[in-house]
């Protein structure tokens, strides 16, 4: 019963480089999502995916590239990191059954950019 | 547009004080509303929801009443303790269109003292 986990957990990468964030959930789950949440902006949506080879742009998709081969993955990838991406990402799943219906969260990954 | 708006925190409190956190909403149709919390280092997790007029979301002592005439979905608890320390998030779906984002307030951190 792991649910929904991400990796690692913490990062510390410098700029330029890049850096994959995994995220895997086990309920087949056909949506995922990708945030990112910053003291005074909330949670902010980056990307998601509505199952297997579906993604689409969230509010903050710069930067940034998803895939999702297979519907327990979604990784997101940032291609040369910027110090403006320092935060903390979280992933997340949903069924996909209706629009009442709960998004279950990863305890996240705090990435630190120099 | 659609959008959420939260209480500013943070909010202190002595431990069994009663616990409002003021959330209203703007948005075209009918919305569902969430209350997500996130506890200290973990990920957010779901509190409670409603997903029609007048509905009323309640679990683990916090209740939260769906107003369609005031457009509010405010979270009350009558005696808080100090494990309620934690952010609190309200949020919304739309009941139209094929994603299933949800809209987010910026969060009211809550701090309850013993």
């Known amino acids: 019963d792991a649910g929904i986990t991400q990796s690692p957990r913490y990062k510390i990468t410098e700029t330029g480089r890049q850096v994959t964030l995994m995220c895997h959930q086990t309920?087949?789950?056909?949506?995922m999502f990708w945030y990112r949440q910053d003291l005074g902006h909330g949670l902010r949506l980056i990307y998601y995916s509505a199952a297997a080879d579906i993604t689409d742009k969230g509010e903050v998709p710069d930067g940034y590239v998803v895939s999702r081969s297979k519907t327990e993955n979604f990784p997101l990838t940032l291609e040369s990191a910027t110090r403006s991406q320092t935060s903390v990402y979280f992933c997340?799943?949903?069924?996909?059954?209706?629009?009442?219906?709960?998004?279950?969260f990863g305890p996240g990954t705090r990435l630190l950019v120099l | 547009g659609n959008s959420v708006t939260q209480m500013e925190g943070p909010v202190t409190l002595s431990e069994e004080a009663f616990l409002t956190i003021n959330c209203t909403y703007t948005a075209t149709g009918y919305p569902s509303l969430f209350w997500y919390v996130q506890y200290p280092g973990e990920g957010l997790q779901l509190l409670l929801k409603?997903?029609?007029a007048d509905d009323k979301g309640s679990n683990k002592g916090f209740e939260a009443t769906y107003r369609k005439e005031t457009t509010s979905f405010h979270l009350e608890k009558g005696s808080v303790q100090v494990s309620d320390s934690a952010v609190y998030f309200c949020?919304?779906?739309?009941?139209?269109?094929?994603?299933?984002?949800?809209?987010w307030g910026l969060g009211t951190s809550l701090a309850v003292n013993p």
């Open positions: 309920w087949s789950h056909s949506y």
């Open positions: 949020a919304l779906t739309l009941n139209a269109g094929n994603n299933r984002k949800l809209i």
């Open positions: 409603a997903t029609k």
């Open positions: 997340a799943s949903s069924a996909g059954q209706g629009y009442q219906e709960t998004q279950y």
